[in-house]
T-cell receptor, first 114, second 112 residues
Framework: DVKVTQSSRYLVKRTGEKVFLECVQD?????MFWYRQDPGLGLRLIYF???????EKGDIPEGYSVSREKKERFSLILESASTNQTSMYLC?????????????FGEGSWLTVV | GENVEQHPSTLSVQEGDSAVIKCTYS??????FPWYKQELGKRPQLIID?????GEKKDQRIAVTLNKTAKHFSLHITETQPEDSAVYFC???????????FGAGTILRVKS
């Protein structure tokens, strides 16, 4: 059974703080993703990675960076958190590039920036 | 890039009735269309998917139809039950590529 684990479920951070969201998957998946979920906006892709040390911007990368030093781990970094980054963040992973490779999500990290 | 629109944003049905959620996509190169269900406080999970080489796929009470010419696809849930209440997301993806683009989601409420 695929497992995508997000280390923090609920965080409260202050404006300007640096925030790290960690994600680990145990299925040797090549691809890892960070999405942001907001009501009425669906799931929006922030960044994704298709290999170690590789990353590509998604639709809303501004204010975020990522790190993938090991295949199983993908970190989302908010260099200087702002209140408009209060949201639910979902990590996900999948095999390869071809169609039909199911994306598996983590449980989500609820971030509040005050 | 791909753009996926999903309607309606909320849907209330009586238990036992059918529910239909519709999505349109913009990228004619997209050929994989999954549907995800997210129950309250839980992660989104794949419930059914369809590739562009078929027009319909069914799995018990849920089915998905695809009209590639019109670039739209729909989720059909028959004999709805209270446990079907959730947020449903459609998505679209190209054959070779990593990027799955999601619709905005539909909140389905099944009233008993």
């Amino acid at each position: 059974d695929v497992k995508v684990t997000q280390s923090s479920r609920y965080l409260v951070k202050r404006t300007g703080e640096k925030v790290f969201l960690e994600c680990v998957q145990d299925m040797d998946h090549e691809n890892m993703f960070w999405y942001r979920q907001d009501p009425g906006l669906g799931l929006r892709l922030i960044y994704f990675s298709y290999d170690v040390k590789m990353k590509e911007k998604g639709d809303i990368p501004e204010g975020y960076s990522v790190s993938r030093e090991k295949k199983e781990r993908f970190s989302l970094i908010l260099e200087s958190a702002s209140t408009n980054q209060t949201s639910m963040y979902l990590c996900a992973s999948s095999l390869g590039q071809t169609s039909g490779n199911t994306i598996y999500f983590g449980e989500g990290s609820w971030l509040t920036v005050v | 890039g791909e753009n996926v629109e999903q309607h309606p944003s909320t849907l209330s049905v009586q238990e036992g009735d059918s529910a239909v959620i519709k999505c349109t996509y913009s990228d004619s190169a997209s050929n994989y269309f999954p549907w995800y269900k997210q129950e309250l406080g839980k992660r989104p999970q794949l419930i059914i998917d369809i590739r562009s080489n078929v027009g319909e796929k069914k799995d018990q009470r849920i089915a998905v139809t695809l009209n590639k010419t019109a670039k739209h696809f729909s989720l059909h849930i028959t004999e709805t039950q209270p446990e079907d209440s959730a947020v449903y997301f459609c998505a679209a993806k190209r054959e070779y590529g990593n990027k799955l683009v999601f619709g905005a989601g539909t909140i389905l409420r099944v009233k008993s």
